[in-house]
């Protein structure tokens, strides 16, 4: 049977059936621990690194190869060095603890070890590494003892505590912090924990914050639950600590469980309706922004085809259906582009390209479409003149957003001006810079011009159109190559487009 990813292996080995037993009872509490067993430590070794488990707890004493040999011999192998291993021992003193710390153990806990003391360690080992209790739970309570009981427990959790005497103390921490589980007594001094509790489920703002109903009175476990609380602990179990903490540390962990599913469900479904309201917008754009090129190209043959140009009309319409289709392609382009990044779909085919290469490559062809504005790009190399600088990246599309950042300086440069293209060498890698001659982006502006479908007011400089989706590709598709993109506009002064890719060399032989 194939084990869910969200369950935490644990292998323990120890030669004595009994001690085995005591420690899997031990962790019994946890649902999401799956323990597997082994009498002998050699036949362990042989078989962790095939189980690959997430922590292993081992005695020390055994036939054959003991515990911290047993730790020695797994930091030896690339597949289990990193496994925290838990040595058990009755014979734990500083010079043995000494030893295995210095054979990699992670931690060492003397036998017979206190009841839940071994839980405890693991389950907070366990939900540190996760980052999975993360959360602030309020204790509602007027004892000063229970106060100091249940944060002990609850801090050892690693949870964010506060602490409140009364529901006045509490409903103001409610306002001022995101609680995400409430320890609620019944017998207040303002009143009554279960008609409080009644009171947060009509209020729209906590009615889905578990609440744990904790009364010395046994009988008010069903009070509590019908007045919507989710779970109950009774304050008769105060006495026996090692009873409570396990109580307090199952409870409160299934409970703010519930909250992080919750929290993950109400993410996804966010998630999924922004990408359906981009899906909706893209298509809503698509056919606003296709229709006017449509009608152009529609035209502009009609007119061919009734022979009502001359032959320079005509060179002059096909002229015009050849930019409208260009401009056509280009959105759809986009479009496309978009949604495949956003859906995961692009893959890179990363390999070591000689960067100068593209640069010059796209830029020749850019100042083909720049002709018609009197526009033209000139490539500035300041790694050093003739310097061949090679990158790890996919030539497409390093292509493609380089085509967007110069088509963009031609898009809203002036007519009869120029742009630049540079590379520089930095510490962190690679720097290419686009710099043309336009009005320049408004400061408040500047912030969302990377995001899918965000325009300025600054407008082409001939009318040109835009999609608001060029930059949004660009910085997914460095992002993609691991480096990031920036932009520095003043207006009236132009603007300089810039990314960053990690690494980069000299050819050989430069």
């Known amino acids: 049977m194939a084990i869910a990813p969200d369950l935490f292996k644990i292998a323990i080995v120890d030669d004595s059936s009994v001690s085995r037993l005591v420690v899997s009872s031990e962790l019994s509490a946890r649902k999401d621990f799956v323990i597997s067993e082994y009498d002998n430590s050699v036949k362990a070794l042989a078989e962790l690194g095939l189980s690959k488990p997430d922590m292993v707890i081992s005695d020390l004493i055994m036939p054959e190869i003991n515990g911290i040999q047993l730790c020695q011999a797994m930091r030896q192998n690339a597949a289990l060095k990193n496994i925290p291993f838990i040595l058990l021992s009755a014979l734990i003193n500083n010079d043995v603890r000494?030893?295995?710390?210095?054979?990699?153990?992670?931690?060492?806990?003397?036998?017979?070890?206190?009841?839940?003391?071994?839980?405890?360690?693991?389950?907070?080992?366990?939900?540190?590494?996760?980052?999975?209790?993360?959360?602030?739970?309020?204790?509602?309570?007027?004892?000063?003892?229970?106060?100091?009981?249940?944060?002990?427990?609850?801090?050892?959790?690693?949870?964010?505590?506060?602490?409140?005497?009364?529901?006045?103390?509490?409903?103001?921490?409610?306002?001022?912090?995101?609680?995400?589980?409430?320890?609620?007594?019944?017998?207040?001094?303002?009143?009554?924990?279960?008609?409080?509790?009644?009171?947060?489920?009509?209020?729209?703002?906590?009615?889905?914050?578990?609440?744990?109903?904790?009364?010395?009175?046994?009988?008010?476990?069903?009070?509590?639950?019908?007045?919507?609380?989710?779970?109950?602990?009774?304050?008769?179990?105060?006495?026996?600590?090692?009873?409570?903490?396990?109580?307090?540390?199952?409870?409160?962990?299934?409970?703010?469980?519930?909250?992080?599913?919750?929290k993950d469900l109400n993410d996804a479904v966010a998630k999924e309706k922004a990408l359906n309201d981009q899906k909706n917008k893209l298509l809503g754009m698509a056919a606003h922004d296709l229709r006017n090129p449509l009608a152009i190209m529609l035209g502009n043959i009609n007119n061919i085809n009734s022979r009502i140009l001359d032959e320079k009309g005509q060179v002059k319409a096909l002229a015009a259906i050849s930019i409208t289709a260009r401009q056509m392609s280009t959105m759809l382009n986009d479009i496309l582009d978009v949604s495949a990044i956003e859906s995961g779909i692009v893959q890179m085919q990363m390999d070591d390209i000689v960067l100068n290469d593209i640069i010059e490559e796209r830029l020749e062809a850019m100042n083909e479409i720049g002709t018609s504005k009197g526009i033209k790009g000139t490539f500035i190399n300041n790694v050093g003149q003739g310097a061949k600088v090679v990158v790890n990246g996919d030539r497409s599309r390093l292509s493609q957003v380089l085509d967007n950042l110069m088509s963009n300086a031609i898009k809203y440069s002036e007519r009869n001006t120029s742009f630049i293209v540079k590379m520089t060498q930095e510490i962190e890698g690679i720097v290419v810079e686009v710099l043309d001659n336009g009005k320049g982006i408004p400061a408040n502006e500047v912030a969302g011009l990377f995001s899918a479908f965000k325009k300025t007011s600054v407008k082409a400089t001939a009318g040109e159109r835009s999609t608001g989706l060029g930059l949004a590709i660009v910085k997914k598709l460095i992002e993609g190559h691991g480096g990031r993109v920036w932009v520095k506009s003043k207006v009236g002064e132009g603007s300089t487009f810039a990314f960053l890719l990690p690494g980069g060399r000299l050819l050989a032989g430069q």
């Open 98 to 262: 000494a030893r295995a710390l210095q054979a990699g153990v992670t931690e060492t806990i003397k036998k017979p070890f206190r009841q839940y003391e071994l839980f405890k360690y693991v389950s907070k080992y366990v939900d540190s590494v996760r980052h999975s209790f993360d959360h602030s739970v309020l204790i509602v309570d007027d004892s000063q003892t229970t106060l100091a009981i249940f944060s002990s427990i609850l801090e050892e959790m690693n949870l964010k505590v506060h602490k409140a005497g009364s529901i006045k103390e509490a409903s103001a921490i409610l306002e001022k912090h995101p609680i995400e589980l409430i320890l609620l007594d019944n017998l207040l001094p303002d009143g009554k924990g279960i008609e409080w509790c009644r009171h947060l489920r009509s209020t729209e703002d906590f009615k889905w914050v578990p609440v744990l109903g904790v009364s010395s009175d046994t009988d008010l476990s069903l009070a509590f639950l019908d007045a919507g609380a989710d779970d109950y602990i009774s304050k008769q179990g105060t006495t026996n600590m090692e009873m409570l903490t396990k109580e307090i540390n199952v409870r409160a962990r299934n409970l703010l469980k519930r909250v992080s599913l919750t």
